[in-house]
């Protein structure tokens, strides 16, 4: 119950400054484009599992409407579309064996989005903050090494439900945050650079109390270069 208040406050956080009432001065710009970059993806278990970073791409299109420049501030909203392949590559220093999980996912994060600097042409530094959702439409397992019932007793804690387990709950939902570096052109487009972290407040495994596990969640470093082109925007 506390994760579902959590997501629904950064829904509310998220809305764009239209729904205020205008205080600055208004902006009726609409931009498309695309997004590619790479993640950095852990799984938080509880019992513990030990884990590398799992690297992996990330890519999608995204959809930005700026609304109104208040003060120094430039206010927008953004919403994205995007395929992510997240996961977890467990670190097992007991034996020879490896294994890693890979979860593909089709997300949709739902921005806030203040800029500061120049607009027109030059750089502006933003930071962006919202919901996302997402849904894991594939995952595989990749196993190496033995995986023998000796080499399984050495794991720690003795943590190995999850091998030949199927992700139980597809449906993810969380909060994102990032901040990123601008260039703006006046007649090729806007390029940015990004780094963003998701975090998780959905499992993906069931969490009741005869489940192996009580948490199971998804925490993601983000890596991305964004292209936008203008299809409206209005006259300063």
Not at 35 to 40: I, L, P, R
Not at 91 to 101: A, G, K, M, N, Q
Not at 166 to 184: C, H, M, Q, S
Request: charged share 25%.
């Amino acid at each position: 119950m506390k994760r579902r208040t959590v997501f629904l406050l950064s829904c509310l956080l998220a809305l764009p400054a239209t729904l205020r009432a205008q205080v600055g001065d208004p902006r009726r710009d609409l931009a498309i484009g695309f997004n590619a970059g790479a993640t950095m993806n852990m799984v938080t278990f509880t019992p513990t599992i030990k884990q590398n970073l799992k690297p992996a791409f990330s890519g999608g299109l995204t959809l930005r409407y700026t609304c109104e420049k208040y003060f120094k501030s430039l206010c927008a909203f953004q919403v994205e579309l995007n395929y992510a392949n997240l996961g977890w590559e467990e670190l097992i220093e007991t034996s020879s064996d490896t294994y890693s999980r890979d979860m593909h996912y089709i997300q949709m994060p739902v921005l806030a989005r203040m800029g500061w600097g120049y607009e027109e042409k030059g750089a502006m530094f933003y930071v962006v903050a919202g919901p996302q959702l997402g849904y894991c439409i594939a995952d595989r397992e990749h196993r190496g090494g033995a995986f023998s019932e000796e080499t399984l007793n050495k794991r720690p804690n003795k943590v190995t439900q999850q091998y030949g387990k199927a992700i139980d709950r597809p449906f993810d939902y969380g909060i994102t945050a990032g901040l990123g570096l601008e260039v703006n052109t006046r007649k090729v487009g806007h390029f940015m650079l990004e780094g963003r972290y998701y975090f998780a407040l959905s499992d993906i495994y069931n969490n009741g109390k005869r489940d192996p596990f009580s948490r199971s969640a998804n925490g993601t470093i983000v890596a991305k270069v964004t292209y936008l082109f203008d299809i409206l925007k209005k006259k300063k």
